[in-house]
């Protein structure tokens, strides 16, 4: 398996703009988690999905933020309209089981947001 | 929620010498400890962890220890080579949640 794949690696957008982050899945893994990296903040868990419905989003910053997963092989985030804090790095990982087991994380999409 | 602190944030050695980072958590439930290293424009990758039935954890260089009356584990890792130079995250599961609260990091630079 290639592992979790995630796309774009870069994304610089303007301010208001649509952005739109992709994710596929180990094959088989039940379990779909983002999660936010900055610097301040460290990595935080935004939302996770349990065989494609989404189990907790309490950690979604605010209403711009959504995300979907309509088929077991790919997830996205999406944030409508994007703000300069919004930059970070952004991953994707995915696990076969609940807690206790090991997560796999993808390469992570960098979004500018100037 | 689970509340989780790391340190040191910084931690440089002699290449060849030992490196230990700790962390604390607050959920007294918690019975999964993952430690997570972050490569340069890559993801986290697990090294190792511990499951709160056990004390300590060994594979190879990287050891790790659980004292659960205290709530707190480390991260050992004998003889550092300079691949060992990277952001090291400790971990435990978020609450009732199947996620993961990680600590702040731990920027382990190995000098040689």
């Known amino acids: 398996d290639a592992g979790v794949i995630q796309s774009p690696r870069h994304e610089v957008t303007e301010m208001g703009q649509e952005v739109t982050l992709r994710c596929k899945p180990i094959?088989?893994?039940?379990?779909l988690f983002w999660y936010r990296q900055t610097m301040m903040r460290g990595l935080e868990l935004l939302i996770y999905?349990?065989?494609?419905?989404?189990?907790?989003d309490s950690g979604m910053p605010e209403d711009r933020f959504s995300a979907k997963m309509p088929n077991a092989s790919f997830s996205t985030l999406k944030i409508q309209p994007s703000e300069p804090r919004d930059s970070a790095v952004y991953f994707c990982?995915?696990?076969?089981?609940?807690?206790?087991?090991?997560?796999?994380f993808g390469q992570g999409t960098r979004l500018t947001v100037v | 929620g689970e509340n989780v602190e790391q340190h040191p944030s910084t931690l440089s050695v002699q290449e060849g010498d030992s490196a230990v980072i700790k962390c604390t958590y607050s959920?007294?439930?918690?019975?999964?400890f993952p430690w997570y290293k972050q490569e340069l424009g890559k993801g986290p990758q697990l090294i190792i962890d511990?499951?709160?039935?056990?004390g300590e954890k060994k594979d190879q260089r990287i050891a790790v220890t659980l004292n659960k009356t205290a709530k707190h584990f480390s991260l050992h890792i004998t003889e550092t080579q300079p691949e060992d130079s990277a952001v090291y995250f400790c971990?435990?599961?978020?609450?009732?949640?199947?996620?993961?609260?990680f600590g702040k990091g731990t920027h382990l630079i190995i000098q040689p």
């Open positions: 999905f349990n065989n494609n419905v989404p189990i907790d």
């Open positions: 971990a435990a599961p978020q609450g009732g949640a199947d996620g993961l609260t």
């Open positions: 990982a995915s696990t076969g089981h609940r807690q206790g087991t090991e997560a796999f």
């Open positions: 959920d007294s439930a918690s019975n999964y």
């Open positions: 511990i499951r709160s039935n056990v």
């Open positions: 094959s088989g893994h039940d379990y």
